[in-house]
């Protein structure tokens, strides 16, 4: 039931692109990404709704495949403060927000 | 707003002892969810609450836990009698609607010793 994040972990120069996959086994009605550093709270991203649907936030962006159940962040020209591990959310309708298993990216100088 | 505000951030007790988590969400926002955070198994979410009643407790690994929420500003988690292995982080997160935001507490640490 909990989405499946993938890779687990990612280490990146500054200026360097990554992509972070979310997958579920069940039907997605949104997706949530959220990033949090360490010994904060996650902290809000982007919230994508409908399948296809694509967004974006400066160099951070997502997409999501309802069809496949899938999602991707998409994180260009890194910058030390991408550090942090991102999380993928799942929610059907109102009921119960579920996290993925998490991937930690590092970047560096 | 001052956010979602969790207390204590710190808690540090005896195994055996009865332990109590506060979250005071955001007001306004009719969902409220626990999670449980480790190394081992990420963010886990353990009950979910919506216009303070409980709709999903499946996450909640046994019957020593349980949670309440009386009122639209107030829900506490509590464990008893506490063991080693419930040491974690415990956020309390809260959104005002379906698709939108939502809102972690600062969480608080537990270590059950």
């Known amino acids: 039931q909990q989405p499946v994040q993938s890779p687990q972990a990612v280490i990146l120069r500054e200026g360097e692109d990554a992509v972070i996959n979310c997958s579920s086994s069940?039907?997605?009605?949104?997706v949530h990404w959220y990033r949090q550093k360490h010994g904060e709270a996650p902290v809000f991203l982007m919230i994508l709704l409908k399948g296809g649907e694509q967004k974006g936030h400066d160099k951070i962006s997502a997409s999501f495949n309802e069809k496949k159940q899938q999602s991707s962040l998409y994180l260009t020209a890194s910058q030390l403060s991408y550090s942090g591990t991102y999380f993928c959310g799942t929610r059907m309708g109102s009921d119960k927000l579920i996290f993925g298993t998490g991937t930690r990216l590092q970047v560096f100088p | 707003d001052a956010g979602v505000i969790q207390s204590p951030r710190h808690e540090v007790t005896e195994m055996g002892q009865e332990v109590t988590l506060r979250c005071k969400p955001i007001s306004g926002h009719n969902s409220l969810f626990w999670y449980r955070q480790t190394m081992m198994r990420g963010l886990e979410l353990l009950i979910y609450?919506?216009?303070?009643?409980?709709?999903?407790d499946s996450g909640m690994p046994e019957d020593r836990f349980s949670a309440k929420m009386p009122n639209a500003s107030f829900s506490t988690l509590k464990i008893q009698p506490s063991e080693p292995r419930d040491s974690a982080v415990y956020f309390c997160?809260?959104?005002?609607?379906?698709?939108?935001?939502?809102?972690f507490g600062q969480g608080t640490r537990l270590t059950v010793v």
């Open positions: 997160a809260s959104t005002d609607q379906v698709n939108t935001e939502a809102f």
């Open positions: 609450f919506n216009n303070n009643v409980p709709i999903d």
């Open positions: 069940k039907a997605l009605y949104s």
